[in-house]
């Protein structure tokens, strides 16, 4: 005989811990089962992003990313000031090393504003007061920006989950979904569940498992791509040059950041990320192939129609993935005094990024309800720093606070 729950949550991941919580929140008693594939919470993007809480200064004005990053924010340095989560409020500077960066550095100040986001634009002098070592001509400086231990965060939840009486049943795959009139029935290989209500927030396989559970059109013809982001650390006697983060000013022309230096709050500075293609979903390494998963990315037509935008800059990405010398050199134009010989490897991260099928990247957080299931399809950075307001939000969507 199956059992029963109020709500079933696949993915023991930041974005899905949080909405657990927030279930459990309004609605103690409960009865919350948070079911995922691996063996640990927070095995992927979780666990493997640079820890930045975030302020908003990307994103564009009205969306959802904006509007939770902003509440998010506040509150997860709430969460960890409460919890005795390692943080810290350190600050960012957005930097132009050139002239012809001035323009877009204006455009991101006009954003922040829109934004609500509180900085201060600064001189060359004045960024080398806050960052000796770095080298520009103006930046932004960030204030609210912040580091924390994400999975710190998340061993947290697990134990207020675990208290409010969830069970959390790691190493338990989902198969399938059958919506009946008693409920939502979720097929896993450790057993049939019937639940009221159901959310996904699977990451790096959301688009799989939201057409397992749901169908076809589960993840509303959004599929998931795989970006590795490959990362170095300073070495410990160069850990001076950087006081807190330093970033370029993005180019409006490629969907990602571009290399960045990342204080953590174990004192290590991250180097990276560069954005590749990765050969398996949960591929952390150029050694990490998946044949199905990479045939399944070549064959979206969403993709190849990304891959002929963009193809110069994918290349450009490769080459510096297979060059300490380039990786290097990109670091450079941030911070001079950096040399390859003092980038150390460092673990690298997978970002799952939905795409249409005309090629357009989904920039905001997409989420696709059918009936008694939400899927969480697109969850990419701020989503660590906006967890807790994410989770509040699908908690309303399903009508269960």
């Not at 829109?114 to 634009?121: G, S």
């Not at 639940?195 to 013809?221: E, K």
Request: hydrophobic fraction near 40%; glycine fraction near 10%.
């Amino acid at each position: 005989m199956s059992e029963r729950a109020d709500l079933v949550v696949v993915g023991a991941g930041i974005v899905g811990l949080a909405t657990a919580r927030a279930v459990l929140a309004a609605r103690p008693g409960a009865k919350v089962i948070i079911l995922d594939k691996e063996g640990s919470v927070a095995g992927h993007q979780t666990g493997r992003n640079s820890g930045v809480i975030h302020a908003g200064v990307y994103y564009k004005p009205g969306s959802e990313k904006a509007r939770f990053c902003t509440t998010g924010r506040q509150a997860m340095v709430e969460f960890c000031k409460d919890n005795g989560v390692a943080y810290e409020i350190c600050g960012k500077v957005v930097v132009a090393t050139s002239p012809d960066e001035l323009g877009a550095l204006s455009d991101l100040e006009k954003r922040c504003q829109d934004n609500n986001v509180p900085i201060e634009r600064i001189d060359g002098a004045r960024l080398r007061e806050l960052e000796p070592y770095a080298a520009g001509i103006s930046a932004l400086h960030v204030k609210v920006t912040g580091i924390a231990d994400y999975p710190g965060v998340c061993t947290v939840m697990v134990r207020q989950l675990l208290k409010a009486g969830a069970e959390l049943r790691l190493s338990t795959a989902v198969q399938s979904g059958t919506d009946r009139s008693e409920g939502m029935v979720i097929h896993t290989d450790g057993g049939d569940i019937i639940a009221d209500r159901v959310v996904s927030c699977a990451g790096l396989q959301s688009d799989r498992v939201a057409r397992a559970i749901s169908g076809p059109d589960g993840a509303g013809g959004m599929q998931i791509v795989p970006f590795r982001g490959e990362y170095f650390e300073l070495a410990p006697s160069k850990t001076h040059l950087v006081r807190a983060l330093i970033y370029p000013v993005p180019d409006a022309r490629f969907p990602f950041l571009g290399v960045h230096l990342t204080k953590g709050v174990n004192g290590h500075v991250h180097a990276g990320p560069n954005a590749v293609l990765a050969l398996a979903r949960e591929g952390y390494s150029w050694r990490e192939r998946n044949y199905t998963d990479l045939r399944e990315t070549l064959m979206f037509p969403g993709f190849q129609k990304l891959a002929r935008k963009y193809w110069k800059y994918g290349a450009s990405e490769m080459a510096r993935s297979l060059s300490r010398a380039r990786f290097a050199r990109a670091l450079q134009k941030l911070v001079p005094a950096v040399q390859e010989r003092d980038l150390e490897p460092a673990a690298a991260g997978v970002r799952a990024q939905a795409l249409n099928a005309d090629g357009s990247l989904v920039d905001d957080f997409a989420f696709v309800q059918r009936g008694r299931a939400l899927h969480v399809i697109n969850a990419p950075s701020p989503a660590a720093t906006a967890s807790l307001e994410i989770g509040k939000a699908i908690a309303a969507r399903l009508e269960l606070v």
